[in-house]
């Protein structure tokens, strides 16, 4: 059953124009080390950095917290699945607020898709709560 929704979408010149004017004080602020290393790698650093923060806030609105209670963008992490396909994973705040909207007797999954054209990117998670 689908316990979560969230979509977002970001603007990457709003991203590229914070990345010049803040730098590693944005960077370090709102990303996991894992996806400031996946993002400097890339050619486009700042398409990358604006899907992974389209990400944070699908997935905040998803556990239907927005960025409070507790719930903060370090909280959530992009990563990828060894199929490529990308997922979150999510600790602190973030992560107790899924262990308490999942169902008992179950486990979370969430499902995550990002894409972008710039200008834009965007992101969609669903978390699905499935039956142990």
């Not at 689908?2 to 990457?12: K, R, V, W």
């Not at 909280?75 to 899924?98: I, K, Q």
């Not at 308490?100 to 007797?105: F, S």
């Not at 179950?106 to 142990?132: C, G, R, S, Y």
């Amino acid at each position: 059953m689908i316990i979560g929704i969230g979509s977002d979408l970001c603007d990457i010149t709003r991203i590229e124009k914070t990345l010049e004017r803040f730098g590693e004080r944005f960077t370090h602020r709102v990303f996991t080390e894992e996806e400031r290393r996946k993002a400097e790698s890339r050619a486009n650093i700042a398409a990358t950095y604006a899907k992974r923060f389209a990400a944070k806030e699908a997935c905040a609105k998803a556990l239907g917290t927005g960025f409070n209670r507790g719930v903060f963008m370090k909280d959530m992490g992009v990563v990828n699945l060894r199929s490529g396909a990308p997922t979150l994973n999510l600790e602190g705040g973030a992560l107790d607020r899924l262990k308490a909207i999942t169902p008992v007797g179950h486990e979370a999954k969430i499902h995550l898709t990002l894409t972008d054209d710039h200008p834009m990117a965007m992101a969609v998670v669903i978390i699905e709560a499935l039956p142990i």
